[in-house]
């Protein structure tokens, strides 16, 4: 079994940006790739963003690239989420997730393991 627990979010103003982090523990060896998902009230699931521990692969919509950069540091097990410029239509519950394939996939039914979600809201 794999645990995820995120820190950060929080709220901001239009324009500004945060910081989400996602450690993970327990059998990291058997994961791969781990990314980001976010859902808005009354809205589905959807990815954001995701990296490939073995290749350094990443995936990202379309509509954060730019403006969201994920990191990873392999010795501490953690991947980072730098979210700039950020606006009303990002604020949703951001959910760290990890997988065993390597393919960085947008859909959800892909990933194994779930962090408990961050609240992320940005004010107009």
């Known amino acids: 079994q794999v645990q995820l627990v995120e820190s950060g979010g929080g709220l901001v103003q239009a324009g500004g940006s945060l910081r989400l982090s996602c450690a993970a523990s327990?059998?990291?060896?058997?994961?791969?790739?781990m990314g980001w998902f976010r859902q808005a009230p009354g809205k589905e699931r959807e990815f954001v963003v995701g990296?490939?521990?073995?290749?350094?692969?990443?995936n990202a919509r379309d509509s954060v690239k730019g403006r969201f950069t994920i990191s990873r540091d392999n010795a501490k097990n953690t991947v980072s989420l730098q979210m700039n410029s950020l606006k009303p239509e990002d604020t949703a519950v951001y959910y760290c997730?990890?997988?065993?394939?390597?393919?960085?996939?947008?859909?959800?039914?892909?990933?194994?393991?779930w962090g408990q979600g961050t609240q992320v809201t940005v004010s107009s």
């Open positions: 990296v490939s521990w073995s290749t350094g692969k990443t």
């Open positions: 327990g059998r990291t060896d058997s994961i791969d790739v």
């Open positions: 997730a990890a997988r065993r394939g390597k393919v960085v996939s947008f859909t959800p039914t892909f990933y194994n393991y």
